[in-house]
């Protein structure tokens, strides 16, 4: 089945982006096809590639980002979500006149349209968050 | 069409799976997990709630947030079925849509 994924919670602040993780990985287990992973509200925040936590801590971001090379996962983070909370692309901190930018491997800035879609094209849209 | 609800929040914090059980259609199903697991712990004060709502619709518990917060499979309400992450993927296919209770 094609399953799609909203993460609204950011993370390290309850569980919600642990849970998604998990729920994708055992949805790739048994054989489903997830058809996208879309960040909202601060959601936003599992896609800067700057975290740094303990090593013996899981690293949340490091993560999706293993996966989506693994599996071929799109993760789609909300634009306007994004720049509230400083999340950039090359390209948006070019447009923005910002001295870098902070988008991990395997995430890309997109628009609502993505949510639409997503929950069009798949079968089941499942939202963790807060 | 059946619908599966999903809940994450401690009843003791917010209403969410109160108003959840209120609006659950007879055939629907409530999956608990994260905080929301304490719902389905024996001896709480939702727990009349929880063991009246079984006629008529299913319960799951998420069984490793219940292992994560110390508490016990044992000590979960009759007829709340314990399911593993696999489980709730199963859950939600065999479920028409998802309601997701933040």
Known sequence: MKLAVMVNEGPYQHQSADSALQFVRAALSKGHEIFRVFFYHDGVNNSTRFPVPPQDDRNIVDSWSKLAAEHNIDLVVCIAAAQRRGILDADEAKRQGKDGNNIAPGFRISGLGQLIEAGIQADRLVVFGD | ?102
């Open chain 2, 1 to 102: 069409m059946a619908q599966l609800h999903t809940v994450n929040k401690s009843p003791f914090e917010r209403n969410a799976f109160v108003s959840c059980l209120e609006h659950a259609k007879e055939g629907s199903g409530i999956l608990l997990f994260e905080d929301g697991v304490y719902a389905a712990m024996n001896g709480t004060a939702v727990a009349d709630k929880v063991k009246a709502a079984l006629s008529g619709r299913s319960l799951y518990v998420l069984g490793p947030d219940v292992k994560a917060r110390g508490l016990s499979e044992d000590n979960v309400i009759d007829g709340v079925k314990v399911v593993d992450y696999e489980g709730f993927v199963d859950l939600v296919t065999e479920y028409d849509k998802v309601q997701s209770w933040l």
